[in-house]
């Protein structure tokens, strides 16, 4: 007999899972009732549908997809105010990554392949960090900048008892090159994810410019890059102010890292280009976005111009990058 069933094996079919077997099967974690309103049956909804706003007391989901306009222009404050933590880290993070030729070894033969920016994370953190790479790129030619799996980095950098190599990855044990003069990015929503924190402490014993991104700025992650919440700033943390999100579905998760990474790029060009943008409390979005407003340069020019990293963006396309960055935002 198959399980509890009575019936032989060969006879046995599954049941199929109806609407009514799994309404009494449901157990809802976030409300005493057996079937809240908010999930209501066709018939008892005469449009057929379910109002966000319907949903939003008892779905997660929904709320994190109402709280996106509102975080969007949260992040916008928060990156045009000099004085914030992610501007602070933000800043140290483009002054190391414009001195690149100074730091590098200047034996191209010592230097070999070392690698610039290593961003690593895993899911859909690694899949921004790659879109981030593939931008920033762009931006500087001259920057050897990676985004990697959190796994196959630990795999690459651990040492001892569970040591997994990554042979099926484009870098190896001699080729994947990390030293003192890296810069590394780890990138992790809740930032307590196994191996991106783990990788982050291995980085840590190739180089002290390591760099962590999560929801805020009091988690592991943090700690793993030597930040701990009664040291004085570091300035390589950065925050994407999503806070937690228990929710399955990585909705405002993925938005508020994508418009964070979008703000730190935009603050790598501003540096290289010495570009001053218009602020939004002055102008407002709608001024920045659709008056064109004119981007004036500023005349703090850097004494070892020959010596920074070479950037291919103009002052137009930086005003374009500000403006596209802030007509994401879509709330009243």
């Known amino acids: 007999h198959f399980g509890s069933s009575q019936l032989p094996e060969e ?71 000099a004085r914030s933590l ?8 483009a002054e190391l990554l414009l001195t690149t030729p100074m ?11 070392e690698i610039d920016l290593l961003v690593f994370g895993v899911e859909s953190s690694l899949w921004l960090a790659q879109q981030f790479c593939a931008d920033l790129v762009r931006l500087f030619p001259d920057l050897h900048a990676v985004a990697m799996s959190a796994n196959v980095v630990l795999g ?25 003069h890296t810069v590394g990015l780890a990138v992790s929503h809740s930032g307590t994810t196994y191996p991106t924190v783990w990788a982050a402490r291995f980085m840590r014993m190739q180089t002290k410019h390591v760099f962590g991104m999560s929801s805020s700025f009091d988690t592991l992650l943090a700690v793993s890059i030597g930040q701990a919440p009664s040291q004085p700033f570091t300035r390589r943390l950065l925050s994407t102010l999503a806070g ?30 010495n570009a001053q943008l218009p602020l939004l409390q002055e102008h407002g979005r709608n001024g920045i976005v659709e008056g064109g407003l004119g981007l004036a340069c500023s005349q703090n020019r850097s004494a070892n111009t020959a010596q920074v990293l070479r950037c291919t963006a103009s002052l137009a396309s930086v005003q374009d990058m500000h403006r596209l960055l802030l007509s994401l935002y879509f709330g009243a």
């Open 11 to 81: 006879k046995w079919v599954p049941t199929l899972l109806s609407e009514a077997i799994f309404r009494d099967r449901l157990t809802w974690l976030i409300t005493e009732e057996k079937r809240p309103a908010a999930y209501a049956s066709k018939n008892e909804v005469k449009d057929g549908s379910c109002s966000l706003e319907c949903r939003s007391g008892s779905d997660i989901v929904a709320m994190d997809l109402e709280e996106i306009p509102r975080l969007l222009n949260e992040i916008d404050l928060c990156w045009e105010d």
């Open 86 to 93: 992610n501007v602070s880290s933000a800043e140290h993070f």
């Open 103 to 113: 730091r590098r070894p200047s034996n191209m033969l010592q230097r070999g392949h």
């Open 156 to 180: 690459l950098l651990q040492r001892g008892p569970g040591e997994v190599a990554a042979f099926n990855w484009t870098y190896g044990r001699n080729s994947f090159c990390v030293g003192p």
């Open 244 to 273: 937690v999100r228990p929710a399955e579905a990585a909705t405002v998760a993925t938005v508020s890292m994508h418009h964070t990474l979008s703000h730190l790029l935009l603050r790598c060009a501003v540096q290289a280009t």
